[in-house]
T-cell receptor, first 112, second 112 residues
């Protein structure tokens, strides 16, 4: 079985500042890794995913994440955030059965 | 192309009442999933259906039943609602040999 730990439950950040959301996972098999975003009162939208290959993955809205196998991490970054990035962010992992295990989520609040 | 749709958007039940949450997808996906989202716990898998005619338990199946009515529709039934089932319920679908799950907008359920 896989598990995910999101190390920060809340991240306040000023507009145009960089942000990093930390995600560690545990698994005995190879995994796929995902970041989803949930805007207030909406469903989940895929930001980016790592399946194989290059460890630096670029997603929508200027987000990117880096897969680090030795540290079992998949941290999400954005160099300059906007007010509209205020949302909850979920890291998720699956093995090749495609069943997702989610972290508890990180709430990002962007302030002017 | 509506993607994944869920009805109702919001429901209030009294303890012991029953109800069915509906989910439909128009992407011709084989696999469908039901999750519940609770504060500080991320999303947890209740049931899933790998293909039409099959269903399997996820992490938290107790108190729920599901029906894969056809390839498009996957319903979740609460036979006797309990306050512990107050949650936001999300349906998702995934195409064959694809890794990404696509989520519906959610159903907010309050059990009094």
């Amino acid at each position: 079985a896989q598990s995910v730990t999101q190390l920060d439950s809340q991240v306040p950040v000023f507009e145009e500042a960089p942000v990093e959301l930390r995600c560690n996972y545990s698994s005995s098999v190879s995994v796929y890794l995902f970041w989803y975003v949930q805007y207030p009162n909406q469903g989940l939208q895929l930001l980016l995913k790592y399946l194989s290959g290059s460890t630096l993955v670029k997603g929508i809205n200027g987000f990117e994440a880096e897969f680090n196998k030795s540290q079992t991490s998949f941290h999400l970054r954005k160099p300059s955030v906007h007010i509209s990035d205020t949302a909850e962010y979920f890291c998720a992992v699956s093995a090749n059965d495609y069943k997702l295990s989610f972290g508890a989520g990180t709430t990002v609040t962007v302030r002017a | 192309n509506a993607g994944v749709t869920q009805t109702p958007k919001f429901q209030v039940l009294k303890t012991g009442q029953s109800m069915t949450l509906q989910c439909a997808q128009d992407m011709n996906h084989n696999s469908m999933y039901w999750y519940r989202q609770d504060p500080g716990m991320g999303l947890r898998l209740i049931y899933y259906s790998a293909s039409e005619g099959t269903t399997d338990k996820g992490e938290v199946p107790n108190g729920y039943n599901v029906s894969r009515l056809n390839k498009r529709e996957f319903s979740l039934r609460l036979e006797s609602a309990a306050p512990s089932q107050t949650s936001v319920y999300f349906c998702a679908s995934r195409g064959t040999s694809a890794e990404t799950q696509y989520f519906g907008p959610g159903t907010r359920l309050l059990v009094l």
